[in-house]
Every structure is written in structure tokens, then in C-alpha cells.
């Protein structure tokens, strides 16, 4: 078992950064993949960023491309999303994903465990 907490949300003015991180129990942690993904109000939860268990590949969505950087201390069993020039339209409840499968994922149905979410805001 796995379970994930997330921190480090907030409100920020656009143009702001935040780090998120995602702590986890669980000896597993370190040989998961994991994923960042959103949800803005009225809209679908969708992908962000992932890295795979041993923080040699990473993928992002193209939105966040060059804005946001994923990376992981499995000695802190603890993945980050450094988040860089936020816009009011990365406003959203950002959650963590452990992923049990291979490299890096995207799909949010392979992913088996899910924190609880951290809200960030960014105001124009």
C-alpha cells in the first residue's frame, strides 16, 4: 500500500512559482512512477507531468512544457513539481499519482494510488 500527501499549494499572482510536493508511506513508492495531474473547476482532471521510478525520464503536457519541472528523492520518498511562470489558467486542484506499471505514464487509469489533492491559485 501506498498512500500519498500533497503540500505546498496556495495562491500566487501570476507570473509566481510554487513547489509542490507528494510525501508517501510505503516501502513501493520508490519503484513507482509517478504523475501530477489538475482539475480546474467544471473541467475534467487531466495530466501534467510524470517521472519514472528512478527520475530518468520525465514527460509533460504541452502547456507546461519549459514552466514546470518534476523530480524525486525516493531517500525522502518524495516526488516535487516546481511550478515557474504560473498562470491564472494552471488554477486548479493539483493531485499526485503512484503508478506499480513501467516508465512514464500518462494515463490516469494506471495509476493505482491517489493523495488527496492541494489547491493552487493564481491570480492575474
Known amino acids: 500500500q501506498v498512500q500519498l500527501v500533497e503540500a505546498g499549494g496556495g495562491l500566487v499572482q501570476a507570473g509566481g512559482s510554487l513547489r509542490l510536493s507528494c510525501a508517501a508511506s510505503g516501502r513501493a513508492y520508490s519503484r513507482c512512477a509517478v504523475g501530477w495531474f489538475r482539475q480546474a473547476p467544471g473541467k475534467e482532471r487531466e495530466f501534467v507531468a510524470t517521472?519514472?521510478?528512478?527520475?530518468?525520464?520525465?514527460y509533460y503536457t504541452d502547456s507546461v512544457k519549459g514552466r514546470f519541472t518534476i523530480s524525486r528523492d525516493n531517500a525522502k520518498n518524495t516526488v516535487y513539481l516546481q511550478m515557474n511562470s504560473l498562470k491564472p489558467e494552471d488554477t486548479a486542484v493539483y493531485y499526485c499519482?503512484?503508478?506499480?506499471?513501467?516508465?512514464?505514464?500518462?494515463?490516469?487509469?494506471?495509476?493505482?494510488?491517489w493523495g488527496q489533492g492541494t489547491q493552487v491559485t493564481v491570480s492575474s
Open positions: 499519482a503512484a503508478s506499480l506499471g513501467i516508465g512514464t505514464i500518462t494515463s490516469q487509469s494506471l495509476y493505482d494510488y
Open positions: 517521472i519514472n521510478w528512478n527520475a530518468r525520464n520525465t
